[in-house]
């Protein structure tokens, strides 16, 4: 079946501006996640959605960062007024979840945020 | 998260077995080891995970320490296509099971042809 896709695969801004970036996860997933990876740095969680629930923001860096996720399907991360700091590759991943075993997730290819 | 530590790099030949060891010697009694893998210029992939008995899929086996301190990934017969960056983390039973992964710097495996 269809793995996890995210649009655009590469982004190219300019300071200050806003970008807007798409997950599709898997069907029937119910939980999404959206990380990011800095230029030698490691994987950072950035906020995770499970079903209909209040998302866990805990990873978002600043207030310039958000997300939602519609229908319990597609989320969508906005940067707001960006910098060159957030120049990264995103990467969204989604999961079945239950109340006591962690699943595994499964990872998009990401999108490459340039901001110049 | 419980910490994890593991080499900054390891290097196999091709068609040999690889171990790449973990140490967790603050695992809980709630959490999972998992395995992810990350192949240049992609995502990161699922690997494996276990809690006590040591487990074995198509990709490769994990042998987990008594103890539950240690860990290592077990790759039976290295290719080229192997060479990626390893993490090994670990997750909370509990709390719903689906929490943010918290990837450490993990171990670069190179495979020499």
Known sequence: GAGVSQSPSNKVTEKGKDVELRCDPISGHTALYWYRQSLGQGLEFLIYFQGNSAPDKSGLPSDRFSAERTGGSVSTLTIQRTQQEDSAVYLCASSSAGLAVPYEQYFGPGTRLTVT | DAKTTQPNS??????????????HS???????????RQLPSQGPEYVIHGFTSNVNNRMAS????????????????????DAAVYYCILRMRTGGGADGLTFGKGTHLIIQP
């Open chain 2, 62 to 81: 994990l042998a987990i320490a008594e103890d539950r301190k240690s860990s290592t990934l077990i790759l039976h017969r290295a290719t080229l296509r």
């Open chain 2, 10 to 23: 390891m290097e196999s030949n091709e068609e040999e077995p690889v171990h790449l060891p973990c140490n």
């Open chain 2, 26 to 36: 603050t695992i809980s009694g709630t959490d999972y080891i998992h395995w992810y």
